[in-house]
């Protein structure tokens, strides 16, 4: 009864003014990230139009369009702290007691502190050691650095701020102690054992996983923890391997997605291709689920976000399938299944990361992916018919209607299931990154077509610039991880077992889909790619399986695990929308979790056999 008559006058008083003071800096850094975006935006943009219409370019424009990337991360990185773009596995720690969640708490900011002194200091260190100017841009090189090491203390401050602002001013002070406490430590401890330090980063990013640390910071503390235990990566190095991980062109193509799926929602263009979706299909059996089905390979074509789909499908779909005599939780995971699809139908975020981190022809994977989504959607099409009794179709619609539903998609269809884009790249017309920009300003065009205000159109900037940031700073800190993984020559280990198997493409493919089977239950899929694609594609070219048919059999197999426990991520993301437990979602989509599973082993055929 003290407590409880004490907490309020705190909050009151500092916690207020804590509340204050983080909703000004979330706003300024919200400010700054969708400004960044914008001008990343234009660039791309510019330099298109002037290759093409004046015959000249912007020196410097890529480097420029990269060092941008850098400072998008660092500013939005500190504003997907406390949401689900964190990336946080709290599966394990809502089991817990509330007494224990709260020590859990504890050591999930340990390793945030962590890993912002880690990126505050070690590039500080980088900025005093590095010398030299950017030939094409004519700045100091250390610049690049100190915007991720400006961001690690921007995740400090935002981090204390939330805290306080919360009344948990022990708590954090205690996380705090303890995570400076660690960071002074560790250069001096030297533990000699027998196992890799590659083990050891796993290990301990796995403690992070469990107490729900953010996925990225997991990694990173991790990391600089693993120097304890003999790793050759000093803290410099670090942040260096984190830096050179997002310092490529073609991850700019990320937030330029992110922003076509935002500015396509908003602007109402996706409601259009529900009423395509819905003349086409939905007068059949089980329509309204075919219609979720159909719209989301419609919209896989513009968004290449599978969370985005999700979230858009259980707002939009959610109550009418319930009112049309769908259990609600057959409903949601209906939503959750038909959302995979956004990662495998170009344009593809997951397709751009793989090949970012094996050099594989990102043309070629979004080809194979329109064929992987294909198939996995005439599955769902199937389980969706097979497990669907009770329902109350749609009524038919008239070829009338047909043809203005048709029209009136028109518009969305300008990004035509990605066909723009995946053309444009693979004739060599425009790069990637520069496809992404035309599609997001068409897509720029549609809102403002649609009368879309200023402040709707920030907040599509915002939202696609937080979410590109927190997936950047994943790719990043996966780089030590995959570093250490190379130097301890895990990827000989994998060959040395497709070997004792027999060394078939038959074995390299079960070997592989159990790996991915199994990381994919507790990683992220952009971690799970990072980490585990350049291990696993030369065992896969040694067997003779096409690179390109691998690459996509391993996007296909960890975005299944969008569905799965623990992570599940599409689950929880549908779970948050429509308010249905997470356990009663996993049950309902075991049978699309089997039709999935069916295409993957139809694409698993086709590389052995083809």
């Given at each position: 009864?003290?407590?409880?008559?004490?907490?309020?006058?705190?909050?009151?008083?500092?916690?207020?003014?804590?509340?204050?003071a983080?909703?000004?800096v979330e706003?300024?850094?919200?400010i700054?990230?969708?400004?960044?975006?914008?001008?990343?935006?234009?660039?791309?943009?510019a330099?298109?139009?002037?290759?093409?219409?004046?015959?000249?370019?912007?020196?410097?424009a890529?480097?420029?369009?990269?060092?941008?990337?850098?400072?998008?991360?660092?500013l939005?990185?500190p504003?997907?702290?406390?949401?689900a773009l964190?990336?946080?596995l709290?599966?394990?720690?809502?089991?817990?007691?509330?007494?224990?969640q709260?020590?859990?708490?504890?050591?999930?900011?340990?390793f945030?502190?962590?890993?912002?002194?880690?990126?505050?200091?070690?590039?500080?260190?980088?900025?005093?050691?590095?010398?030299?100017i950017?030939?094409?841009?004519?700045?100091?090189?250390?610049?690049?650095?100190?915007?991720?090491?400006?961001?690690?203390?921007?995740i400090?401050?935002?981090?204390?701020?939330?805290?306080?602002?919360?009344?948990?001013?022990?708590?954090?002070?205690?996380?705090?102690?303890l995570?400076?406490a660690?960071?002074a430590?560790?250069?001096?401890?030297?533990?000699?054992?027998?196992?890799?330090?590659s083990?050891?980063?796993?290990?301990?990013?796995a403690?992070?996983?469990?107490?729900?640390a953010?996925?990225?910071?997991?990694?990173?503390?991790?990391?600089?923890?693993?120097?304890?235990?003999?790793?050759?990566?000093?803290?410099?190095a670090?942040?260096?391997?984190?830096?050179?991980?997002?310092?490529?062109?073609?991850?700019?193509?990320?937030?330029f997605f992110?922003?076509?799926?935002?500015?396509l929602?908003?602007?109402?263009v996706?409601?259009?291709?529900?009423?395509?979706?819905?003349?086409?299909?939905?007068?059949r059996?089980?329509?309204?689920?075919?219609?979720?089905?159909?719209?989301?390979?419609?919209?896989?074509?513009?968004?290449?976000?599978?969370?985005?789909?999700?979230?858009?499908?259980?707002?939009?779909?959610?109550?009418?399938?319930?009112?049309?005599?769908?259990?609600?939780?057959?409903?949601a995971?209906?939503?959750?299944?038909?959302?995979?699809?956004?990662?495998?139908?170009?344009?593809?975020?997951?397709f751009?990361i793989?090949?970012?981190?094996?050099?594989?022809?990102?043309g070629?994977?979004?080809?194979?992916?329109?064929?992987?989504g294909?198939?996995?959607?005439?599955?769902?099409?199937?389980?969706i018919?097979?497990?669907?009794?009770?329902?109350?179709?749609?009524?038919?619609?008239?070829?009338?209607?047909?043809?203005?539903?048709?029209?009136?998609?028109?518009?969305?269809?300008?990004?035509?299931?990605?066909?723009?884009?995946?053309?444009?790249?693979?004739?060599?017309?425009?790069?990637t990154?520069?496809?992404?920009?035309l599609a997001?300003?068409?897509?720029?065009?549609?809102?403002?077509?649609?009368?879309?205000?200023?402040?709707?159109?920030?907040?599509?900037?915002r939202q696609a610039?937080?979410?590109?940031?927190?997936?950047?700073?994943?790719?990043?800190?996966?780089?030590?991880?995959a570093f250490?993984?190379?130097v301890?020559?895990?990827?000989?280990?994998?060959?040395?077992l497709?070997?004792?198997?027999?060394?078939?493409?038959?074995?390299?493919?079960?070997?592989?889909?159990?790996?991915?089977?199994?990381?994919g239950l507790?990683?992220d899929?952009g971690?799970?790619?990072?980490?585990?694609?350049?291990?696993?594609?030369?065992?896969?070219?040694?067997?003779?399986i096409d690179?390109i048919q691998?690459?996509?059999?391993?996007?296909?197999?960890?975005?299944?695990?969008?569905?799965?426990?623990?992570?599940?991520m599409?689950i929880?993301?549908?779970?948050?929308?429509?308010?249905?437990?997470?356990?009663?979602?996993?049950?309902?989509?075991?049978?699309?979790?089997?039709?999935?599973?069916?295409?993957?082993?139809?694409?698993c055929?086709?590389?052995?056999?083809?």
């Amino acid at each position: 009864m003290a407590t409880s008559e004490v907490h309020p006058i705190g909050r009151a008083g500092d916690d207020g003014l804590a509340a204050r003071a983080l909703r000004a800096v979330e706003a300024i850094l919200g400010i700054a990230a969708a400004f960044v975006l914008a001008v990343l935006l234009f660039m791309v943009l510019a330099t298109v139009c002037l290759r093409y219409f004046f015959g000249t370019g912007f020196i410097g424009a890529e480097d420029l369009g990269i060092w941008l990337h850098v400072a998008l991360i660092a500013l939005g990185a500190p504003l997907s702290l406390n949401s689900a773009l964190a990336m946080r596995l709290d599966v394990f720690v809502r089991m817990l007691p509330e007494s224990l969640q709260k020590v859990t708490r504890i050591g999930a900011d340990i390793f945030t502190v962590l890993s912002a002194l880690i990126l505050s200091f070690g590039g500080s260190e980088i900025m005093t050691m590095l010398g030299g100017i950017s030939p094409t841009l004519g700045l100091p090189e250390w610049i690049r650095f100190g915007f991720l090491g400006a961001g690690g203390a921007l995740i400090l401050v935002v981090l204390l701020l939330q805290r306080i602002a919360d009344g948990k001013v022990l708590p954090v002070t205690l996380s705090l102690a303890l995570g400076v406490a660690l960071y002074a430590g560790i250069p001096h401890i030297s533990l000699d054992l027998d196992w890799p330090p590659s083990i050891f980063l796993g290990l301990i990013a796995a403690i992070g996983l469990l107490l729900a640390a953010p996925l990225p910071h997991a990694f990173l503390a991790a990391a600089y923890v693993a120097i304890a235990f003999g790793s050759s990566l000093p803290e410099a190095a670090i942040v260096s391997s984190t830096v050179t991980g997002i310092s490529k062109f073609l991850l700019l193509a990320i937030p330029f997605f992110l922003l076509v799926g935002g500015l396509l929602t908003a602007s109402g263009v996706a409601n259009q291709l529900v009423r395509f979706a819905a003349a086409m299909v939905g007068h059949r059996r089980a329509g309204l689920a075919q219609t979720t089905l159909l719209t989301s390979v419609l919209f896989s074509g513009a968004s290449g976000s599978s969370v985005a789909n999700a979230a858009f499908g259980a707002s939009t779909f959610q109550p009418e399938l319930v009112k049309h005599g769908y259990r609600p939780a057959q409903a949601a995971a209906i939503i959750a299944s038909t959302s995979v699809l956004d990662n495998i139908i170009p344009p593809s975020i997951a397709f751009l990361i793989l090949a970012s981190a094996t050099n594989l022809s990102v043309g070629a994977l979004l080809v194979g992916g329109f064929f992987a989504g294909g198939l996995m959607a005439i599955c769902l099409a199937v389980a969706i018919h097979l497990t669907v009794r009770q329902q109350v179709p749609l009524p038919r619609a008239t070829a009338r209607q047909r043809w203005q539903s048709a029209v009136q998609a028109i518009p969305a269809f300008g990004l035509g299931l990605g066909v723009i884009v995946v053309v444009g790249i693979r004739i060599g017309i425009v790069t990637t990154t520069e496809a992404a920009a035309l599609a997001a300003f068409y897509t720029l065009l549609l809102g403002i077509g649609a009368r879309l205000g200023i402040p709707s159109l920030y907040a599509a900037f915002r939202q696609a610039a937080v979410e590109a940031a927190a997936i950047g700073l994943l790719i990043g800190t996966a780089g030590p991880f995959a570093f250490l993984l190379a130097v301890d020559d895990v990827s000989s280990l994998i060959s040395h077992l497709t070997m004792a198997l027999g060394g078939s493409a038959l074995a390299v493919i079960l070997l592989s889909n159990v790996i991915l089977l199994v990381v994919g239950l507790v990683l992220d899929i952009g971690a799970a790619i990072l980490l585990f694609g350049p291990i696993l594609l030369p065992a896969a070219v040694a067997a003779g399986i096409d690179p390109i048919q691998f690459g996509v059999i391993i996007v296909v197999n960890l975005m299944i695990h969008g569905l799965t426990p623990p992570l599940g991520m599409l689950i929880f993301v549908v779970s948050g929308v429509t308010r249905i437990p997470a356990s009663e979602l996993f049950r309902a989509v075991v049978p699309y979790l089997l039709a999935l599973l069916v295409s993957l082993a139809i694409l698993c055929a086709w590389a052995i056999i083809f």
